[in-house]
């Protein structure tokens, strides 16, 4: 990963209005990207989750991260406004729950680092997030939990504790299990949780591949539209990371096939050398079949959303 230096402009507006539009747009971009293989785009709906559910969720999260900007403390607090505010808003189910848990610190390290200069680096923005997560607490945790149902969340419970079990709080107590130990526990069969113990990396890796995008830099090369790039950073994402909310939903088997058809996709541009647009066909064929199936990587599409998130932060406009 490159550490370059990036300068925001938020013009006249205060600081957390500004993370708190990047982080609306970020989810709006991802959602709205097609051919996204598996997942509910501007072209596709599930049955009862529709893009429109997707909007609505993002929109309602301004208040949120606008107030999260200003904290380095309480994120199990603010993930469950955050999964409130979005079912109040909409009735397609659970649409950004991993997302916001990688938005809520990541936009207080973005409020903690910008308030006092208007330059970051990736890494620097990513290791505060992981500074902030390893300071929480037990309450984190109890508020985490409360989540579940509001979200309707589907999860692998936790060897220790059973993320659905409301009688496990007393044993979060006892045990004084912070969030960030939580996410310990999970990191080895949910990617987001990885992220948490990881230090962000995947999310800055996707950073670095939309920056580069729409800076006309990558390789093979894709054209600077934000569309294709998202979808390029999708694909990539996928690619190189089997989607732990598929091995939630099916088993870890489809997880590494669904990798694996992604992976011979970017074998095909690479074999060729050409343009990203001469693998879109295959992209869309990938699309159909796992939308046939109902088989979504929305764990994927979590990661990309913080990559854009963060990406947007740096200046990246279209």
């Known amino acids: 990963m490159k550490d370059s230096l990036y300068a925001i402009d ?12 990047c982080a609306q747009l970020a989810m709006c971009l991802e959602v709205s990207s097609s051919p996204k293989p598996g997942n509910v785009d501007r072209h596709d709906d599930y049955e009862d989750t529709r893009y429109e559910h997707f909007l609505a969720s993002a929109i309602s999260m301004y208040p949120v991260i606008e107030e999260v900007s200003s904290e380095t403390k309480g994120i199990g607090r603010f993930i469950r406004n955050a999964v409130t505010e979005s079912a109040r808003w909409q009735k397609g189910g ?7 848990i990688l938005l809520i610190p990541l936009s207080m390290a973005a409020g903690k ?7 970051f680096s990736l890494s620097e923005i990513t290791e505060c997030a992981n500074r902030i997560v390893k300071n ?8 985490f939990y409360s989540c579940f149902e509001a979200a309707g969340v589907k999860v692998n419970p936790a060897d220790e504790f059973d993320l659905q079990n409301q009688e496990a709080i007393d044993e979060l107590n006892e045990k004084d299990m912070s969030l960030y130990k939580l996410m310990d526990i999970a990191r080895g069969y949910d990617l987001i949780a ?14 670095e591949i939309i920056i580069d995008g729409m800076n ?34 099916y088993d870890d088997e489809t997880a590494t096939y669904v990798s694996g058809q992604a992976k011979l996709i970017f074998g095909e541009i690479y074999k060729t ?23 979504n990587p929305g764990s994927t599409a979590d990661i990309v959303i913080a990559g854009l998130f963060i990406s947007l932060l740096a200046g990246v406009r279209f």
């Open 113 to 119: 680092i910008l308030k006092e200069k208007d330059t």
């Open 216 to 249: 006309g830099n990558l390789n093979p090369k894709v054209k600077t539209d934000i569309n294709d790039v998202t979808v390029y950073a999708f694909l990539k994402t996928l690619a190189e990371n089997e989607d732990t909310f598929i091995s939630t939903k």
């Open 273 to 295: 050398n050409e343009d990203f647009n001469t693998i879109l066909p295959l992209i869309k064929k990938l699309d159909e079949e796992l939308l046939e199936r109902k088989i």
């Open 194 to 207: 990885n992220e948490w113990v990881t230090g962000f990396k995947r999310c800055a890796n996707c950073a």
């Open 136 to 143: 929480t607490d037990t309450s984190d945790a109890i508020d």
């Open 94 to 100: 659970n649409t950004h729950f991993g997302a916001i």
């Open 10 to 21: 938020r013009g006249n507006y205060p600081l957390p209005s500004y993370i708190a539009r």
